[in-house]
């Protein structure tokens, strides 16, 4: 059964495709129109749909679309409210729902061929749900759903057993985590539905000494609910102007915040663990992007393991639409075995982006111990490797790497990024050596749960170590990564530390790097000093010697 999934109403447009329950492919729209976030979240945006990413899903897997079972739109308009009578103030949102309603018709449009009664809406929520409940490497788990909004809710907490969903509870709207981070992130002067992360990072540098005023309007229930609304924030601080320098008020008020979230989400994981008495939470939502949270859920709550979907904002619903569509038609999902589910190039057509761009480039023995010598020597490095990520991390495939043991290296790569300067870079570890460095859940090949690191490693490795001791680490596994895990055993080598440093290969504002272009365009306008594109190296021309596919 070929089921295409979408995602397309809110933000984060994207689509994935599943055949007999196997995830065959999936990607977010920006990764191909480098639009950040592929469209900003407003309902007159709502008609765009992920043309792109969906045409190369199909075409990855040799599929038309008149070839298709299903396609399964991650939003269901039957079960939507006027937003008024859910206590929103958005008076445009019925063109969203119209727009929603329409969509088989939209569809069948932008994709020919396509028969727009094999279109099937699926809850916003639910598609959340199966994304991780469906995806996870256990096949049966609490799942614990949290974001902006959906049709008429903001969260859900259930359970699935057997490939089938029960849904425990639901919060309704206007209350929403999801809502209250996304009012946070525009009065501390962020763009509001994209820089979340910003205020997750800022949080470490304040003291949450607002948390007895917050606690009085975010808090859970007792019923599997919560409520999360009217937070006075301009009676808390000032707000900043964008561009404007953070002060002390602000990062406290992040921090506040934060540890009001995490204490209300340790309540819900609590409640949904004595329903469920189930040893496995999976979560998704844009909330559960919020790693520091995570972490305190996998070390202080109740459940024996969380897992966490990668792609776990509104982009990962388009990957659990088409995971319920299958499951509901007796084809139970596969387990997810990895994030690189996007684009990748042979070595032939990667030589030939290069040999049209006219670079200088080389192809060492090998490609790992070039990078690793790179690396020692205090080089940054662009690294271009196999399928891209489907989701916002960068997990060895889309990256920029550096030196961890030099300190400044924190503000060179922010300065290559041209993001703000309290912004951390993360550490990836082979899985072996993690648990000698880092403190909490392990593995973590996603990258979203913080660790605590040893002391004795935080002078080694200052460049990954954030402001309050911890670290957002991606455990690498030598079966899964084989070419990544060489690399870091190859700089180890040299160096005698087991880390590298990794952050997203992109520069501020703009989507992570996806294909070859979009590579040397970053290499061209960023101080990086060597491509790895694939088995070939290209460097800048003060270091390059020469050789293979030079001018």
Excluded at 302 to 326: E, K
Excluded at 511 to 533: K, N
Aim: proline share 8%; glycine share 8%.
């Amino acid at each position: 059964m070929r089921i295409l999934g979408i995602n397309a109403l809110f933000h984060d447009p994207a689509a994935a495709l599943v055949v007999d329950g196997r995830i065959v492919a999936a990607a977010e729209e920006e990764r191909f129109s480098r639009r950040k976030h592929g469209k900003r979240p407003v309902p007159f945006a709502a008609w765009e749909l992920p043309v792109l990413s969906a045409r190369w899903c199909l075409e990855h897997a040799g599929l038309r679309p008149g070839d298709l079972d299903a396609v399964a739109y991650s939003y269901d308009p039957a079960l939507a409210m006027p937003a008024v009578e859910m206590g929103l103030d958005d008076p445009w949102d019925p063109i969203r729902q119209t727009y929603a309603r329409e969509a088989p018709g939209f569809l069948a449009e932008a994709l020919p061929g396509l028969d727009p009664e094999r279109v099937r809406f699926v809850a916003h929520h639910v598609a959340h749900a199966a994304s991780a409940g469906l995806a996870a490497p256990h096949p049966d788990s609490a799942v614990l759903v949290l974001d902006g909004r959906g049709e008429c809710a903001s969260h859900l907490a259930g359970r699935y057993t057997g490939g089938s969903l029960e849904i425990l509870c639901a919060q309704r709207l206007p209350q929403s985590l999801g809502l209250v981070y996304e009012e946070l992130t525009e009065h501390l002067g962020f763009l509001r539905s994209s820089d979340e992360y910003k205020v997750m990072a800022l949080a470490a540098y304040g003291k949450p000494r607002f948390l007895t005023e917050l606690r009085k309007h975010l808090y859970a229930t007792g019923d599997g609910g919560f409520h999360a609304h009217g937070v006075p924030w301009a009676a808390l601080t000032e707000p900043r102007e964008a561009g404007r320098e953070w002060t002390q008020d602000h990062a406290d008020l992040a921090s506040s915040t934060q540890a009001c979230l995490e204490e209300l989400l340790l309540d819900l994981a609590r409640w949904l663990h004595a329903r469920t008495r189930a040893g496995t939470l999976a979560m998704a939502g844009g909330v559960a992007l919020n790693c520091v949270a995570n972490s305190r859920i996998a070390v202080e709550g109740p459940f024996r393991q969380v897992w966490v979907q990668p792609a776990a904002g509104d982009a990962g619903t388009a990957l659990g639409a088409a995971l319920q569509l299958a499951a509901d038609a007796g084809r139970p999902a596969a387990p997810m075995e990895g994030a690189d589910l996007g684009r990748g190039w042979p070595e032939e057509e990667l030589r030939a982006w290069l040999e049209t761009a006219r670079v200088p480039y080389e192809r060492p023995a090998d490609i790992a111990e070039a990078v690793a010598e790179e690396l020692a020597r205090d080089g940054v490095v662009a690294w271009f490797q196999g399928r891209s990520e489907y989701g916002p991390r960068a997990l060895g495939h889309r990256s920029l790497l550096a030196h961890p043991g030099r300190a400044e290296n924190l503000e060179r790569l922010n300065h290559v990024k041209g993001r703000e300067e309290f912004r951390p870079v993360a550490p990836m570890v082979l899985a072996d050596r993690a648990s000698e460095i880092f403190e909490g859940p392990l593995p973590s090949p996603y990258m979203l749960f913080v660790h605590g690191v040893a002391r004795p490693w935080r002078t080694r490795i200052p460049a990954v170590v954030h402001v309050d001791g911890t670290a957002r680490i991606q455990t690498v596994d030598p079966a899964r990564e084989p070419l990544v895990a060489r690399m870091l055993a190859a700089f180890e080598r040299r160096t005698g530390l087991p880390v590298v440093v990794n952050t997203s290969l992109n520069t501020a504002g703009r989507p992570m790097v996806d294909d070859p272009r979009d590579a040397l365009e970053c290499f061209g306008s960023a101080p990086v000093d060597l491509l790895a594109i694939g088995p070939f190296a290209v460097r800048r021309p003060r270091a390059c010697t020469g050789g293979e596919g030079a001018a």
